[in-house]
T-cell receptor, first 115, second 111 residues
Framework: AAGVIQSPRHLIKEKRETATLKCYPI?????VYWYQQGPGQDPQFLIS???????DKGSIPDRFSAQQFSDYHSELNMSSLELGDSALYFC??????????????FGPGTRLTVT | DAKTTQPPSMDCAEGRAANLPCNHS???????VYWYRQIHSQGPQYIIH???NNETNEMASLIITEDRKSSTLILPHATLRDTAVYYC????????????FGQGTRLTINP
């Protein structure tokens, strides 16, 4: 079965640079979520999109922005990177319109290292 | 979303049943109990969820107490590959609801 695809899987950036993470949800999933997991931490919700509109927002820094495109893929844009942004970034998708089946399916994550 | 409480760590012998408890005493009537697990640095994986009836699937069983204030995830025959952090999450089942991950239980399966 198709899974959530994230790219790149690994990314190394320097402080103050920008980064773009991409997420391709499972086919026919119309909702995308982004989570950040710092070293030794639990995943923390950043932002979500349903049908290309932002549906919820968590503890996402103002330096970060995200959007969902017409093909339902999503991109997380991160600017002015800081050392503390080094983390695993997970994307998840779920099929909101399938009659109550709301479990989220996670991708393998992008490991961002800021030096 | 209701707060959950789980033991920080547990051990279980390979081949035995692993029983992971979760307390959610402030759960609301419309909140479901979800279980996810995260194997080291992989994306969290959905296991099972339920409202008030016990549930079973190919991965696990979920036992919810009658007052819904606690639940137990059961892995019937644990294998080494079940070593992971297990998260119990309560949330309403509507719309694009985020998952709020708490501390979780680090389950270690020993040979």
């Amino acid at each position: 079965a198709a899974g959530v695809i994230q790219s790149p899987r690994h990314l190394i950036k320097e402080k103050r640079e920008t980064a773009t993470l991409k997420c391709y949800p499972i086919p026919r999933h119309d909702t995308v979520y982004w989570y950040q997991q710092g070293p030794g931490q639990d995943p923390q919700f950043l932002i979500s999109f349903y049908e290309k509109m932002q549906s919820d927002k968590g503890s996402i820094p103002d330096r970060f922005s995200a959007q969902q495109f017409s093909d339902y893929h999503s991109e997380l844009n991160m600017s002015s990177l800081e050392l503390g942004d080094s983390a695993l970034y997970f994307c998840a998708s779920s099929p909101i319109t399938s009659g109550g089946n709301y479990e989220q399916y996670f991708g393998p994550g992008t490991r961002l290292t800021v030096t | 979303d209701a707060k959950t409480t789980q033991p920080p760590s547990m051990d279980c012998a390979e081949g035995r049943a692993a029983n992971l408890p979760c307390n959610h005493s402030t759960i609301s009537g419309n909140e479901y109990v979800y279980w996810y697990r995260q194997i080291h640095s992989q994306g969290p994986q959905y296991i099972i969820h339920g409202l008030k009836n016990n549930e079973t699937n190919e991965m696990a069983s979920l036992i919810i107490t009658e007052d819904r204030k606690s639940s137990t995830l059961i892995l019937p025959h644990a294998t080494l590959r079940d070593t992971a952090v297990y998260y119990c999450i309560v949330r309403v089942d509507e719309g694009a609801q985020k998952l709020v991950f708490g501390q979780g239980t680090r389950l270690t399966i020993n040979p």
